[in-house]
């Protein structure tokens, strides 16, 4: 099994599916990451909510939304503050950002009365990008990018990118959350 078949990477495949099912500028949304089988032998009703298999393979990964980001609060202090009990076997999170390539960097306006974000907003090189990360307790982590399509051609389609190091900053934010 590759990395991109693994239990984690088809839990964040699903969380894709169900973000990209909503379109873009969503907030940024965070999921723990339990185990199937648990989960439906503490809620047998769920299985058949959910559409779930009765015996589902051991490793299965179920996706549960969190609550949303405190309004203005930080994301790295949000992340900070989080402790999962032991039941969680590992977190994922999706956030939007813009990304701008390498080659625009040394145009970033560094003086104290700009905005680098809104600079970035309008820069007509901008890409939209939803990273989607997942870790688990067992050090595994794997991560999803959708870059969305050029608004101005209607034939683009989003972009995925998928690897286990892309956004590796945020897999350590996530993972510090499951330390005990």
């Given amino acids: 099994m590759t990395a991109m078949d693994s239990p984690l990477a088809t839990a964040l495949a699903e969380v894709d599916r169900h973000l ?79 990304a701008l390539p390498p080659s625009v960097e040394a145009d970033v306006p560094d003086h ?23 870790v688990l307790r067992d050090g595994s982590r794997t991560s999803i990018l959708r870059v969305r399509g050029k608004a101005d051609d209607v034939d683009s389609n989003d972009d995925l990118i998928t690897g286990d190091e892309l956004v590796p900053l945020l897999a350590d934010a996530l993972a510090a959350t499951l330390a005990d």
């Fill in 20 to 98: 990209a099912a909503g379109g873009w500028d969503q907030p940024a949304r965070l999921y723990a990451l339990v185990k199937t089988a648990d989960l439906l032998e503490s809620e047998p009703a769920l299985a058949e909510s959910l559409g779930i298999t009765p015996a589902p393979d051991v490793d299965t990964l179920t996706p549960v939304e969190q609550e949303a980001l405190p309004a203005g609060q930080p994301l790295d202090e949000w992340l900070a503050g989080i402790g999962w009990p032991p039941e969680v076997f590992g977190c994922a999170l999706a956030q939007e950002v813009l």
């Fill in 112 to 134: 104290a009365d700009a905005d680098p974000v809104q600079w970035a907003a309008t820069h007509p090189l901008r890409r939209e990008v939803r990273m989607l990360v997942g």
